[in-house]
């Protein structure tokens, strides 16, 4: 409304069984720009658009669908997009970084891309079930032949940025997702837990002097690079928070 944009994001729920149709029967519609995908339809709609981008073969997700003017659909990944702008918000240099990303899941794999699209000089990788974590690694690999990638242990020393791409933190109890007590004070600290806004492992790392990215900061840095891809122009974070009365 701030931008006079002609265009409103209508919730819709679909169960799995369905979505396949329903997503080929939605964008037959004249006035379908685009779609935003959640879960659990972000990796079955990997396969139901004409192109993907190399963010997309890498995560193996797609959250974002734009109905081209031909006619055919793009599908991109924006999570680790969002995560990777916060962190340059916050002034950490990507470029040249030893990172390493904890948990080769959805949005892990999604960070891990764009890491290596913003050119981290290292990522190494570490999931509970090291299988994943292969994957990733020859998908970044793949597309990133001259990226140093690496399958780790969780041990976040010596790293400049240590990503939580796990849902540790979401429930009351859960462990921390590495040792914090590990941790150095030049290490920077992402998390993609949006329960609350300092979880436990934010918490910790700041106790131990680490600057840090908190979860919702990839969601509002996300929207820009939204309304950049349906060709609605951009925003700030500070535009979004102003309109969504977020005291962040």
């Known amino acids: 409304e701030s931008r006079g ?21 939605l964008f037959r519609l ?5 779609a935003l995908v959640t879960m659990p339809h972000k990796v079955t709609t990997v396969g139901l658009v004409d192109e ?27 999570d680790g997009t969002g995560f990777v702008r916060g962190l340059a918000r916050k002034g950490f240099v990507v470029g040249g970084a030893s990172c390493l990303v904890v948990g080769a899941g959805g949005v892990g794999s999604a960070i ?22 292969e994957a990733l690694a ?27 791409g796990t849902p540790l933190g979401m429930a009351p109890g859960d462990p921390l997702p590495f040792d914090v007590s590990r941790l150095e004070a030049r290490t920077f600290v992402g998390e993609v837990v949006m329960k609350q806004e300092i979880t436990p492992l ?19 840095e996300m929207i820009p690079a939204y309304l950049e891809f ?4 951009t925003a700030t974070p ?11």
Do not use: W
């Open 5 to 25: 944009i002609d265009a409103v994001v209508v919730p819709m729920g679909c169960k799995a069984d369905d979505y396949p149709a329903f997503l080929r029967a």
């Open 30 to 34: 004249t006035n379908v720009r685009g």
């Open 52 to 78: 993907i981008t190399p963010t997309v073969e890498i995560a193996g997700s797609c959250n974002a669908v734009l109905l081209r003017p031909d006619g055919t659909l793009l599908g991109d990944m924006f």
């Open 112 to 133: 891990a891309a764009s890491l290596a699209a913003a050119g981290a000089g290292a990522v190494a990788l570490f999931d509970t079930h090291r299988g994943a974590a």
């Open 138 to 164: 020859g998908r970044l690999r793949k597309h990133h032949p001259s990226l140093d990638v690496r399958i780790a242990t969780s041990d976040p020393a010596g790293y400049d940025l240590v990503v939580n």
């Open 202 to 220: 934010l918490e910790a790392a700041r106790a131990r002097g680490c600057r840090y990215q908190i979860g919702t900061y990839m969601l509002f």
């Open 230 to 233: 349906f060709g609605f122009g």
């Open 238 to 248: 500070a535009d979004l928070r102003a309109v969504a009365h977020d005291p962040c």
